[in-house]
């Protein structure tokens, strides 16, 4: 019993002195963590630390980010490259080591967390993504793909409101392999819980379908163990272990309070707290004997090894599938995709039919769909709406065969399960709901963009033009929101040929999530030659150029587009000398190079007016100080779509009476 406290109180150790060394930090949770941690990694986590992406490793998420230290002390005691050195560059800039998890910086860390819930979502996610890759990839005798995912989560991430939709949505979906510890420390930063969280956990989970391990001690490893083996018996539910904890664990005088949360000990407390637990070594000393109990690189690479054998053999006995399977890990497309693009152009030049764009994505989907058998979508509860749905599509229900999931009405959690489902590997997801109702999911596709996770976005009913509904349900600054977001790519198409090149970008970026922002009504076929076709992946180009001498410059997107063209031929007509410039994606031209901005937005034609209908302050960067935005300033209405772009000032009319006004103005 001795040599198991020390290895856990190894973490504690480590864990006080990095904080006190920061200056900053949680220690209370990885104190109070500790011993449910030695058990799990010790004797349960499959895991090689010398190849931290090994494709078959049990995934372990820190949902409760803040207790970073916990999982940085597990990662340099097991093996991984973490060194004594970078605990102690603890919350430092440029350390592998930061105040919360961030995938990306430090070997072993799978996601980034910090907000709280989300990691339970990721978790999710990823058992989703393990259950499904399974049954398309597993033969009898070849478990290509069998790995647990486990998350340690605390009081907080049980109080947010995500991780009821997600540990809902897991729990009708029979989902086996998750098994999340609950560290219930009865504390959180303003104090005791008993006055804001006091529901009946247990219940609560026994309602979604989980199979609950109530009341174990998370300070007796017997116990911890006993229960591990016991969810791990259960094939057909997700399991959470509940389990009673003292935060800050041995300090003698911060132990149990919301002191030992969010701040350092200090000097003498750590003192105190090492003597308590009888911890006799120097600050950031581990002896000899722990390090080797607690080393995992000989167990790893023996799991790995193996692993790589039976690959082997099912790689001779199923070749077409092993090739896939390694192609869907590494992220790369299949070897005719540029055919696949290329044939989609030539038919869609001759399409000049007049759809939705959120039809042309259908339609694109369904096309792509047979290709790419990585695609996973889904919405929340608005399929026939969004359109994501092809013939191919086969839902996936409690018994996990298929490539489609119905969220239900669970934006947030869609979108943070989506994100774990890609970081998983060997899917990509694509995840639906209407724009306005980003606002639900927002800090999910926040964290997307952050963890630099490839993800499709699809936003259908993108403005005042969804009409009756109203303002409840007409988007005007989420465009503005998302185009904002650092690494978030935002293509918002105007017909089939640019809604396929935005799918294009979504499905080859592989380093961040894309936006695609989509029309519920019909947008008209705009003609376009090779060179202009060629040009929208660039993300902006010139569609209407009257003449060299330009009197103005009109720039649009999506649904308004079509308004553009009009007022542009009537200009002509009237003899002014007028540039179309469609401008689907904002990020993607600014990161074309200076000629080619020059080509399309020469500085020296200052007449410029944007017309988009949706918050119009974004624009100004595009237009300087002498140019014009027609967009909105306020929410909408309830109205038929063409009264709203009438009161709203997003007719031909109106465009060709300011542009006339512009070029006129001395």
Known sequence: MFLKKNLSNAIRALSMDAVQLANSGHPGTPMGMADIAEVLWRYFLKHNPKNPFWD??????????????????????????????????????????????????????????????????????????????????????????????????GDGCLMEGISHEVCSLAGTLKLGKLVLFYDRNNISIDGKLDDWFSEDVKKRF??????????????????????????????????????????????????????????????????????????????????????????????????????????????????????????????????????????????????????????????????????????????????????????????????????????????????AIANGISQHGGLIPYTATFLIFLEYARNAVRMSALMKTQQILIYTHDSIGLGEDGPTHQPIEQLMNLRSTPNMSVWRPSDYLETLFSWKHAIERKNGPTALILSRQNLSFIERDNMQIKNIKKGGYILIDSSKKLDIILISTGSELHLAVLSAEKLIKLGYSVRVVSLPSTDVFDNQDSDYKEYV?????????????????YWHKYIGLDGMIIGMKN??????????????????SNIVKKSISLINKK
């Open 635 to 652: 929410f909408g209405e309830s109205a038929p779509a063409n009264d709203l772009f009438k009161k709203f000032g997003f007719t031909v």
């Open 56 to 153: 078959n490793r049990d995934r372990f998420i820190l949902s409760n980010g803040h207790a970073s230290m916990l999982l940085y002390s597990l990662l340099h005691l097991t093996g991984y490259d973490v060194k004594i050195s970078d605990l102690k560059n603890f919350r430092k800039l440029h350390s592998k080591t930061p105040g919360h998890p961030e995938i990306g910086y430090t070997p072993g860390i799978e996601t980034t967390t910090g907000p709280l819930g989300q990691g339970i979502a990721i978790s999710v996610g990823m058992a989703i993504a393990e259950r499904t890759l399974g049954l398309y990839f597993n033969k009898p005798n070849y478990k290509v793909v069998d790995h647990y995912t486990w998350v340690f989560a």
């Open 601 to 617: 937005l020469p500085e020296k034609i200052k007449n410029r007016i944007v017309i988009e209908a949706s918050f119009s302050d």
């Open 206 to 415: 026994e309602s979604y379908n989980w199979y609950v391990i109530d009341n174990i001690d998370g300070h007796n490893q017997d116990s911890i163990f006993d229960a591990i083996n016991q969810a791990k018996k259960i094939k057909n539910k997700p399991v959470i272990i509940i389990c009673n904890t003292i935060i800050g664990f041995g300090s003698p005088n911060k132990s149990g309070t919301a002191d030992a949360h969010g701040a350092p000990l200090g000097e003498e407390e750590v003192l105190l707290s090492k003597k308590n637990l009888n911890w006799k070594y120097k600050k950031f000393e581990i002896p000899d004997y722990i390090y080797k109990e607690w080393n995992a690189e000989k167990k790893g690479k023996k799991l790995e090894q193996s692993w790589n054998i039976m690959f082997e053999k099912y790689k001779k006995k199923y070749p077409k599938l092993a090739n896939e399977y390694k192609r869907r890990m590494k992220k790369s497309l299949p070897k005719n995709w540029k055919e696949i693009i290329d044939n989609l152009v030539k038919k869609l030049k001759l399409c000049k039919e007049d759809i939705s764009t959120r039809q042309a994505s259908k339609n694109i989907i369904e096309y792509f769909g047979p290709y790419l058998l990585e695609l996973i979508g889904g919405s929340a509860d608005l399929a026939p709406s969004n359109l994501t749905k092809w013939s191919g599509s086969k839902s996936i229900n409690k018994y996990f065969s298929g490539n489609y999931i119905h969220y239900g009405v669970r934006e947030f959690g869609m979108t």
